[in-house]
């Protein structure tokens, strides 16, 4: 069964560096998101991107974060300059157009140092 | 935006009693998933239930989009089903803050 991966599972890094977190969608699947879960909280929706734009963004969504999809099967979630409240899981999710269930990533334990 | 949320926060029980979790939504949805987070920190897909019952093994869940909640029902639970269940609601989904289940030997 078709799903979607992450790398790294695990990326630890120095506060001030710019970390850039992978996902592969599932093949056939159009809209992409990506959402993030500090460790004992629940699990907060970042941002959705479909044709190549954001469709919507929440409010920890800044300026310091980015999507992009590089080529036809990543896609990934910059952070440019890393701060400590960003050590956080980091969930990538996929749907195909149409049907609205989302599957998820197994997710990247960011640890900021 | 949508408010989603479940009870009871924490539920611990006996290997082999059934449980049945709740979320409460503050409006119309057009998605609703029901996830075990494991102890590695996966979500692992349990449902996508916007409306109507569903059943898989020893989990079925019921949505009654009408009255805005969803009850997943865990029966002859297992030390395996300890973990985080979490529901989400909508396109950009709005996690609830979870029921986190222990089941004792």
């Known amino acids: 069964e078709p799903e979607v991966t992450q790398t790294p599972s695990h990326q630890v890094t120095q506060m001030g560096q710019e970390v850039i977190l992978r996902c592969v969608p599932i093949?056939?699947?159009?809209?992409f998101y990506w959402y993030r879960q500090i460790l004992g909280q629940k699990v907060e929706f970042l941002v959705s991107?479909?044709?190549?734009?954001?469709?919507?963004k929440s409010e920890i969504f800044d300026d310091q974060f980015s999507v992009e999809r590089p080529d036809g099967s990543n896609f990934t979630l910059k952070i440019r300059s890393t701060k400590l409240e960003d050590s956080a899981m980091y969930f990538c999710a996929s749907r195909i157009r149409g049907a609205y269930e989302q599957y998820f990533g197994p997710g990247t334990r960011l640890t900021v140092t | 935006g949508i408010q989603v949320e479940q009870s009871p926060p924490d539920l611990i029980l006996q290997e082999g009693a059934n449980s049945t979790l709740r979320c409460n939504f503050s409006?119309?949805?057009?998605?609703l998933q029901w996830f075990h987070q494991n102890p590695w920190g996966q979500l692992i897909n349990l449902f996508y239930i916007p409306s109507g019952t569903k059943q898989n093994g020893r989990l079925s869940a019921t949505t009654v989009a009408t009255e805005r909640y969803s009850l997943l029902y865990i029966s002859s639970s297992q030390t395996t089903d300890s973990g985080v269940y979490f529901c989400a609601a909508n396109n950009d989904m709005r996690f609830g803050a979870g029921t986190r289940l222990t089941v004792k030997p």
């Open positions: 093949s056939n699947h159009l809209y």
């Open positions: 991107f479909y044709n190549n734009e954001i469709s919507e």
């Open positions: 409006d119309s949805v057009n998605n």
